[in-house]
Each structure stands twice: as structure tokens, then as C-alpha cells.
T-cell receptor
């Protein structure tokens, strides 16, 4: 079946512009996660959705970052007034259940964001 | 201190070698443990879960030591295709999220 999809795959923007990144999770997966990965670095947790609610927003780096999820499916991550340090690969993942023992997360291919 | 720490490497080994990676975690409330694999410029994928009793999947063996709060991954008879970054991951069930280590890079040479 279809995996997690993300769009766009690449985004180049100018400093100060807003960007919107989209994630389509695997159908039926209740939990959705956003991560950021800078070059040569590990995954940095940003936010987690269980259904449409976000019980954990602790990873959002600043108030320029926001995310929403509608209909328990598609999620968008919005970055306002982008800065060069926002350049990274933004990865979305989904899992069948949230807090579960074998909480395998399935990742999308990511959106590579470059802020000039 | 990072919640999950790994030696970033790189580990350069010849084909056929046995290589081991270790990882330590700081939160004793961690309840589930995993190794994910990430190929260059690709997304991470689950390699295997790690259980207290230790578990094996072909050439891969994972071990968990809760008392010392470390996790290991052993790869036997390394193949060129094993070249990747291996991410140590822990989960606290009440949090629902996974905490990833920085990853250990493995390069298997002919």
C-alpha cells in the first residue's frame, strides 16, 4: 500500500518568506510526527499529533513554527518568516498507534528546505 | 546531556567483519528500544526492535542492558549493503514519541 508522502520534495525560499510543508500519513495511522534533520545531524523531534490534537509541541523551535492536522489525516507544518538556520530536511512519520509498545514509525521521504 | 547518545563514527570495516555499535540513554523511564537504519539522503526505516532478552535477525543481534541503560547492535559478516547510518531509538510509552540518537555511520569496504 501507499506509504507516507510529503510535498514538496524540495523547497527553496528567501529569508523572511513563509513556507508550508505537507504530510500525508499512511491511511488509518492515528499518530503523526514531524522531525527536522540538519546536515549530518540526528533527528530533532518537532511535534506529535494523536488524531487531530497535538499533546506534545515541546520540540517546536520557536513561535514561527506551527502545525495542524485536520480530519485525522493530512498535516501541514508552517514556518513563518523563514531564517537560514531553518534550512534542513523536514521528515514526517506516522504510526498506527501513539503510545504503544511496538511503536514503529514509518517515515516519508522528507522535504528539503533551503532558505537563501 | 543528550537523551540518547551514540558514537557518530564513521566505522570503516572490511567485508565479512563483525562490528558492534553501542548507545546509551539517560531516561530510566524508557520502555521500548529500536534500531533504525538510514541510507544516505533517505528516510529512516526500522531495522529491529530491541528486547530485554536480546534478539537476533539473521546477521543482526540487538541487546539491551536496562541496569546500565545501554543498547547494542552487532552485525556479523558485514556486507557492502550494510553501509548506512544506524540510529538508536528509545520510546517512553506515556510520551508516545520516539527519541533518536545522532546515529552511527558504518562504511563497509570491499
Amino acid at each position: 500500500g501507499a506509504g507516507v508522502s510529503q510535498s514538496p520534495s524540495n523547497k527553496v525560499t528567501e529569508k523572511g518568506k513563509d513556507v508550508e510543508l505537507r504530510c500525508d500519513p499512511i491511511s488509518g495511522h492515528t499518530a503523526l510526527y514531524w522531525y527536522r534533520q540538519s546536515l549530518g545531524q540526528g533527528l530533532e523531534f518537532l511535534i506529535y499529533f494523536q488524531g487531530n490534537s497535538a499533546p506534545d509541541k515541546s520540540g517546536l523551535p520557536s513561535d514561527r513554527f506551527s502545525a495542524e492536522r485536520t480530519g485525522g489525516s493530512v498535516s501541514t507544518l508552517t514556518i513563518q518568516r523563514t531564517q537560514q538556520e531553518d534550512s534542513a530536511v523536514y521528515l514526517c512519520a506516522s504510526s498506527l498507534l501513539g503510545a504503544a509498545r511496538d511503536n514503529e514509525q514509518f517515515f516519508g521521504p522528507g522535504t528539503r528546505l533551503t532558505v537563501l | 546531556r543528550k537523551e540518547v547518545e551514540q558514537d557518530p563514527g564513521p566505522f570503516n570495516v572490511p567485508e565479512g567483519a563483525t562490528v558492534a555499535f553501542n548507545c546509551t540513554y539517560s531516561n530510566s523511564a524508557s520502555q521500548s528500544f529500536f534500531w533504525y537504519r538510514q541510507d544516505c539522503r533517505k528516510e529512516p526505516k526500522l531495522l529491529m526492535s530491541v528486547y530485554s532478552s536480546g534478539n537476533e535477525d539473521g546477521r543482526f543481534t540487538a541487546q539491551l542492558n536496562r541496569a546500565s541503560q545501554y543498547i547494542s547492535l552487532l552485525i556479523r559478516d558485514s556486507k557492502l549493503s550494510d553501509s548506512a547510518t544506524y540510529l538508536c531509538v528509545v520510546n517512553i510509552w506515556s510520551d508516545g514519541k520516539l527519541i533518536f540518537g545522532q546515529g552511527t555511520t558504518l562504511q563497509v569496504k570491499p
